[in-house]
């Protein structure tokens, strides 16, 4: 797959990876439909210039991700919609059982299952119905999905149940999807971050971060969004890179 005159929706794109993936692509030469809850979205989209567009959408509604998906359909002319780059997400951190004995709160665990998996799920299967209709390309591919775990889905922490559990289900997705959309040459991957520079990073203090960074094997530092940037594009322009989770972490293993 292309990237240059191609269009690519990219969710969670107000920030982070998602804002970074897309300012690489347009650099490319691609258009990009930058999907995102946050406001922000759309002046990022203004700065990428006219190959960029803003849509508001939550990740777990079907209208409002339709409409982002169709967007970037429209954007795509000829070529319709290309691929995804699902980075669109959230962090929770949460004790089975807390230090007075209290049970974790259940609403708050659904909330980070249905916004993690369910909303993965719900880009992933609007976007692949799209591409489905396009037109293979000169080596018969007609669309690529890139989705974000984590190394939390092999490696998860104390308190991290509900991240581990949202994360390893978007692993789990991966080879059944790539199996089911390959009579539709439409490759599905994911790319599984190690701790990165991010704004969700930047919640933890920095004593945490700092502890992190030095945990990482080589290079000892947190990883840059330009990094995931880079192999978003690698597995854009790799037919061969179908069914898998690439762990994107320096080799770190979380304890």
Known sequence: MQVKDHTFLITGAASGLGATTAERLVAAGARVVLCDLNDSVKSHAEQLGTGARACLADITSQEQ???????????GGEHGLSGVIHCAGVVSVAKLVDRE??????ESYTKTININLVGTFNVMRLAAAAMAKNTPNETGERGVIINTASI???DGQVGQCAYSASKAGVVGMSLPAARELSRHAVRVMAIAPGVFETPMMSEI???????????????K??????EFAQLAEQIITNPMLNGEVIRL???????
């Open 65 to 75: 991700m339709q409409l982002a998906v169709d967007t970037a359909v429209e954007l």
């Open 101 to 106: 004995g209290n049970p974790a709160d259940l």
């Open 152 to 154: 939390a889905a092999f």
């Open 205 to 219: 203090p920095d004593e945490a971060a700092q502890a992190l960074a030095a945990a990482v094997p080589f290079p």
């Open 221 to 226: 530092r947190l990883g840059k969004p330009e």
């Open 249 to 255: 972490d320096g080799g770190i293993r979380m304890q």
